[in-house]
């Protein structure tokens, strides 16, 4: 059997990442189905709506949206309601919920998530740290990094690190290299999180070797020696044991599991120094 497709449009008056994030999460339970994604951000306006309403018309299917402002959702839903689209108010629901149980109603801000408060700049200051300590660097600084990421070539330090800057934390990685020291400062930290990456190694092989066509470079080498890899990972769960840091296996985990399981590691590792 093919894959069957169908029209899916996002309407939103601030960037869509949330609108995005949930469609996608809602649409990968089903299988053999994709969306023909529609993207509408920062619909603020009558005219910009005209536009999106248009395009519906000439691409029928589901329509989903996250606008505050009433009468431009008003509108929306009557256009769908012409056309036969089905149509949903993704955050509706959970503000229906929130003034329930609060008590108070929501005011109409698009965008509001996205303001510059305390939290957006010590996201980016987080990822400052996090690039420049990236792959080793700068190892001096390791005793202010919130986590600390180590293991050997393709444990994906560097995307999981990002990511968690993207939540906030300074992230530092630090490769391990057969027959090379590690930083001495890295054994030496005391409050930041150290956290091991492993994998098996089948997968390391499997996508070293992939990125060594991709280079283009020669596949002889002990880079991909499955045995060799095996003792590379080996040493990285001794050198994690000796200092009793956690290990997450990350061979069948998603960039944002891996993510999700160090900011768990991390709560609770915070908490160890709230009375210090």
Known sequence: MGRSYFHLHLVSDSTGETLIAVARAAAAQYEGVSAIEHVYPLVRSSKQLDR????????????????VDRELAGRLEEACRATGCPHLSVLAPVHALLESYLGAASTARPGAQHMLNAEYFKRIDAMNFTLMHDDGQLPEDLDDA????????????????IYLANRGLKTANIPLVPNMPVPPALEKVRRTLVVGLVASPERIVQIRQNRLLSLKADED????????????IAFSRRLCARHNWPVIDVTRRSIEETAAAILDLYRDHALRFIAV
């Open 146 to 161: 919130d986590v600390v990421l180590v293991g050997v070539s393709r444990t994906s330090k560097t995307p999981t690190s």
């Open 221 to 232: 080498t002990s880079y991909v020696d499955r045995d060799l890899v095996a003792e590379e």
């Open 52 to 67: 999106v309403i248009s395009e519906i018309d000439a691409a029928p299917g589901l329509v989903l949206y996250t606008l």
